[in-house]
């Protein structure tokens, strides 16, 4: 991500004005710091912010634009333009719903698609500004940081003297290794959201929820997508119903999908329009695609090189990026870990999750003492597809590979009478229980606000609920939640209704009538 990859318009300057001011000048060192956290996305903004207003000294070091990739690449800009695709979807649905709109009359407009996006991004960047922070008390330094010890880091030539600190440097899109890759102009999520225009053919490398997010949205919006993708079904990390129910979804909305497929080579024949050929895992034929733009979204990489790791005296992987213990600790006990730098959950909500254990366990934990660990933390996930695909907790398949007896519990939104009554039928609740007691292992939630449902089943986890208090749960009349409940109650129905307990409760009524 660079200041220079934003597409250069007056919102553009109006999020660059609060997240990277031109005319910043950085403050004077103090002496020494409690706490220097390098990166200011998610996880270096709560770390820093958090620990200033419990009165921590900080300083906080950002050599691009505040709010990292959720703010400026990532979850902000996606989700908007996720809404205007949504919005052009639910014309071309009218007429299911009673509603006759003439087609003729309505198109997208892609210029002002992405400028809406660049708008709402702008309008929400004063929450991560510069000046904010700097208004906490926080010490902003915008510049590139680097250890230069274990105590201390460096930034455009002033050292920063810390008693701890937090590596926040997120991570970037994984360098995409196919032939001819390296000639032609690749979007990654850095720069597709700076496009002005709607390409009319785009190629989209990867089926993990950046490509699946965007390849429906980019369908939705008008332009004729391919998705591209090497394992043989999308959503690797998710329950392989629920990414078979997106498949199904991405082909209804006009995605082409090329699953289990090797890229072998890229080029750009006339210097406008790109070309991919590619060839099926078990087919003998090669395919070419052409395209006026494509989509690299091929995983992510940790930022850990060339930012004096080796210098701290912290451990790395490039894969697994900074090494970190339980509590969030490097290999340097001075020095704590948050985010996608060291996590393999790289959403958002995880690094803020984890900032907050970084402020307890660096700065209120003394000699280790009172520390919290970071598997405690019960961490969601949902991918906003339509349907949403939400997970918490063990997948089906993971508690299978982890030996446990488990219980099934699936309601289906088909039953469902408010998604019945929205045309909305696709997916389910499955609830994962261990098959003795009570329980609850994780959820699987496939469908409409399925990242909402999840809420409620992630409450469940952290406390310790189980599937008789969710299923005794009341919700209002008519949601989706019931689905929850339903789910929870199958379990409680099949004990209620079984041959023993049934008799009972016949021979009491009887006994009971006279
Ligand atoms: C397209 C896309 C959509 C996404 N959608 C969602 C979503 O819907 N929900 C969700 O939960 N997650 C989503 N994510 C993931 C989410 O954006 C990340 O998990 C989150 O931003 C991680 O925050 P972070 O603070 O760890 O890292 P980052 O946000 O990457 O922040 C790290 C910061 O460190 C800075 N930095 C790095 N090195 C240095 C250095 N040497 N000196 C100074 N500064 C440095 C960087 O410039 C950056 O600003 C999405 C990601 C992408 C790419
Ligand atoms: N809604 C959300 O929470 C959300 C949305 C977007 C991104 N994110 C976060 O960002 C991360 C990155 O997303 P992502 O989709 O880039 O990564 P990913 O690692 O989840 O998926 C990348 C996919 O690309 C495939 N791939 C890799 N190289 C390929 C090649 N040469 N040809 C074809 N396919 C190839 C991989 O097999 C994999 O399926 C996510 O894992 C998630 O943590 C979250």
């Not at 000048?25 to 958090?50: I, Q």
């Not at 695709?85 to 006759?100: K, P, V």
């Not at 498949?247 to 080029?267: N, P, T």
Request: charged share 25%.
């Amino acid at each position: 991500m660079s200041v220079a990859v934003l597409a250069g318009d007056p919102y553009d300057e109006a999020l660059i004005a609060q997240v990277h001011p031109r005319d910043w000048v950085n403050p004077t060192p103090a002496p020494w710091y409690n706490l220097v956290v390098l990166g200011a996305g998610t996880a270096g903004l709560v770390a820093a912010g958090g620990a200033a207003q419990l009165g921590a000294r900080v300083a906080l070091v950002e050599e691009d634009l505040m709010g990292g990739d959720c703010l400026n690449v990532g979850c902000v800009p996606s989700k908007a333009l996720i809404h205007s695709a949504r919005a052009a979807w639910a014309l071309r649905e009218a007429e299911a719903a009673g509603i006759l709109v003439d087609r003729s009359a309505w198109r997208v407009e892609g210029r002002a698609v992405f400028e809406r996006l660049r708008r709402l991004r702008a309008s929400i960047a004063p929450h991560d500004s510069a000046r904010r922070f700097a208004d906490w008390g926080v010490d902003v330094f915008l510049g590139r940081g680097r250890f230069t010890g274990p105590d201390r880091l460096e930034v455009n030539g002033a050292t920063l003297r810390f008693r701890r600190a937090v590596l926040a440097t997120g991570a970037g899109p994984r360098p995409f290794e196919v032939p001819g890759a390296d000639r032609v102009e690749i979007l990654t999520n850095h720069t597709v959201f700076a496009l002005t225009e709607l390409p009319p053919r785009l190629v989209i490398v990867g089926g993990g929820p950046i490509g699946c997010e965007l390849a429906q949205a980019f369908a939705r919006l008008g332009s004729k997508v391919t998705l591209v993708g090497r394992g043989p079904r999308l959503l690797s990390r998710d329950d392989p119903e629920a990414a078979d129910l997106v498949a199904a979804a991405l082909r209804r909305d006009g995605v082409a999908l090329r699953l289990g497929s090797r890229i072998e080579r890229i080029e750009s024949p006339n210097g406008l329009t790109k070309r991919l050929t590619i060839r099926h895992e078990h087919g003998d034929q090669t395919e070419t695609i052409d395209a006026e733009a494509i989509l690299a979204a091929v995983g992510r990489a940790p930022r850990v090189e060339g930012i004096g790791l080796e210098a701290a005296g912290v451990a790395f992987d490039p894969v697994r990026g900074a090494i970190v213990d339980d509590y969030l600790r490097t290999t340097n006990r001075a020095i704590f870990a948050a985010g996608d730098v060291a996590s393999p959950d790289k959403f958002t909500h995880a690094a803020e999750a984890q900032a907050r254990l970084v402020i307890r366990n660096a700065l209120f934990a003394p000699w280790g003492l009172g520390m919290g660990r970071a598997s405690r933390l019960v961490i969601p996930h949902c991918t906003y597809t339509d349907p949403e695909v939400a997970q918490v907790g063990l997948t089906e398949g993971e508690a299978i590979a982890r030996g446990f007896k488990l219980r099934v519990l699936v309601h289906e939104f088909a039953e469902v009478d408010r998604s019945v009554v929205e045309d909305e039928t696709a997916g389910f609740v499955k609830l994962i229980a261990a098959a003795r007691g009570d329980r609850i292992l994780g959820a699987t939630i496939v469908g409409r606000h399925a990242g909402e449902l999840v809420g409620t089943v992630t409450l469940a986890l952290t406390k310790g609920l189980g599937l008789a208090t969710l299923s005794r749960l009341i919700v209002p009349y008519p949601t989706r939640s019931d689905a929850l409940r339903q789910a929870a109650g199958v379990a409680e129905q099949a004990f209620l209704f079984s041959p023993g307990v049934h008799r009972w409760t016949r021979r009491w009524l009887s006994w009971v009538r006279g």
